[in-house]
């Protein structure tokens, strides 16, 4: 069970968000606290990205989104940022042209605190032996290493991650798994979109349900194996 004293880093109340004449979201409340990591699951199209970039300022939203107290509601995408919030998109966004090295070292830090190369690298194994690679000649895997990689030069603490395991094999899931792992026992706090369940739920403190824009159920961790629960999570998720 979640410890009642833990403080509620992000809490997003009322969360409408659109684009352009397409209302997705419809009213998302949820919050996360300082360390936790907090999985939104739910079908395609459910809602999930959408409710992280909205927090990140990047579509049209209406509603209250606070971090640390701090209300974000109105800021625009690089003021968010200043706040310590990373977001690693779906389709990851390194620059292709540039080595991992350079990739690591182009963000700017915009909170102190940043990891520095050799504690990427030590996190990221993988990076290291391809430092001097060209982002178009790194795998799938070591392309969504190195988009986590470059926001932990930022300083950022708090992590969105999107669909961070998609398309890839199982022994680079595992990696990417004991990578996000290894940043819960530093105290990043993260709110991850993930499709794949047995991922999920062998990381994650709870799990919010997205369905047409709504959150429709929240589970823990210690409530997966209570009776009724995996028909619950079969009748949003099909799993």
Known sequence: ??????????RVEGLNAFYGDS?????????VERG????????????KTSTLRAVMGLIERRG???????DLSRLPPHKIARYGIGYVPEERGIF??????ENLLLPPQIK???????????????LKERADSQGTKLSGGEQQMLAMARILRTGADFLLLDEVTEGLAPVIIEQIGIAIGLLKERG???LLVEQNFPFASRIADR?????????????????????????????????
């Not at 209250?64 to 701090?70: F, P, Q, S």
């Open 36 to 47: 936790e990591l907090v999985t939104l699951l739910g079908r395609n199209g459910a809602g």
């Open 188 to 190: 990043f706090t993260i």
């Open 207 to 239: 799990h919010y349900v997205i369905e047409n824009g709504r959150v429709v159920d929240m589970v823990a961790r210690d409530e997966l194996g209570a009776p009724g629960v995996s028909e619950r999570l079969h009748s949003f998720l099909g799993v």
């Open 112 to 126: 102190p605190g940043g990891m520095s190369v050799e504690e990427i690298y030590a996190l990221f194994p993988n």
């Open 23 to 31: 209302h997705v979201l419809h009213g998302i409340d949820l919050h």
């Open 64 to 70: 209250e989104v606070r971090l640390d107290g701090a």
């Open 1 to 10: 069970m979640l410890e009642p004293h833990r403080e509620k880093r992000l």
């Open 96 to 101: 292709s042209s540039l080595d991992v090295t």
